[in-house]
């Protein structure tokens, strides 16, 4: 073992016979860890310090400065100022460090006090409770400004005269579509009527001409009629109508409505058929 690393090592124990368990070394790889103000203190600073075999003749100790609660750029800082306090050649200077840390009262600034930990406590309780008025706010003025959308969507569906039929009532609705986002917006402005979301089934079909293919987006949705909404998608492509969707709302005033009520589902293409003409006119 060189001069060097032994003189190392008695400036390690030497440190160690101080500060007690609030420096922690390993003669194995020359280094240790210095807890401030103390290894109970909650929270705490605590600097990692290796020993380069140059120091203290040419190198300063390898330092890194841990503590969860600093912001990097003010650990930078406390490092680069540890730094500056040596001198090659000049000794041993960890000791150096940690009582300027202590006179300096720079751990106040670095630790803080419980009175502040409540203060900042407080603050940061404040700062979310703002940010969580503000979401809220942002949220309703969101909810506010689709409910006027929709309100714009639904005075643009065209709505068909109500047919009653046995103990079912049928009622079409039409919009011009170009995209499915249209589509899905026409339903849910639907939807606000509590009349068309109560109704028994609310039968679907839309048809959209893609000009740049040539080709037509399309779809359907039965909704527990059994093939209600593939008929209406037919009658829109015998009538080679596009850019529209049509629902029809079908009301039963039974919960069952029995074979005869059954039988009705044949209107919703003869009413949607009256409403698609009116609307191509």
Request: aromatic fraction near 4%; include cysteine.
């Amino acid at each position: 073992m060189s001069a060097g690393r032994e003189a190392q090592l008695e400036e390690l124990v030497g440190l160690e016979a101080v500060f007690g368990k609030d420096v922690k070394i390993d003669t194995t790889s020359y280094s240790c860890f210095a807890y401030l103000p103390s290894l109970t203190a909650s929270p705490h600073v605590t600097l990692k310090i290796n020993l380069p075999e140059s120091y203290p003749e040419h190198s300063a100790p390898e330092l890194e400065v841990l503590a969860a609660h600093l912001r990097q750029s003010t650990r930078a800082r406390l490092a680069e100022q540890l730094k500056a306090r040596f001198s090659p050649g000049s000794g041993p200077v960890i000791y150096d460090w940690l009582e300027w840390l202590k006179e300096e009262n720079l751990l106040d600034e670095l630790v803080p006090q419980p009175a502040q930990l409540s203060a900042d406590a407080n603050q940061q309780e404040a700062q979310e409770q703002v940010a969580a008025g503000v979401a809220a706010e942002q949220a309703a003025a969101t909810a506010r400004d689709f409910l006027s959308h929709l309100d714009d969507v639904s005075s643009q569906i065209v709505h068909g005269e109500p047919i009653t039929e046995k103990r079912s009532t049928f009622q079409a609705h039409l919009a011009a579509v170009k995209s499915m986002e249209e589509v899905q917006e026409v339903m849910e402005a639907l939807l606000q009527n509590n009349k068309i979301q109560n109704a028994t089934h609310n039968i679907m079909a839309f048809r959209i001409r893609l000009p740049l293919s040539d080709t037509y987006l399309q779809d359907c949705d039965d909704d527990g009629e059994s093939a209600a909404g593939a008929r209406l998608l037919h009658l829109l492509q015998i009538m080679d109508a596009c850019n529209v969707v049509i629902i029809v709302s079908r009301c039963c005033v039974t919960a069952n409505p029995g074979p005869e009520g059954k039988s009705g589902d044949g209107l919703a293409q003869p009413i949607s058929r009256s409403l698609v003409v009116c609307w191509t006119k």
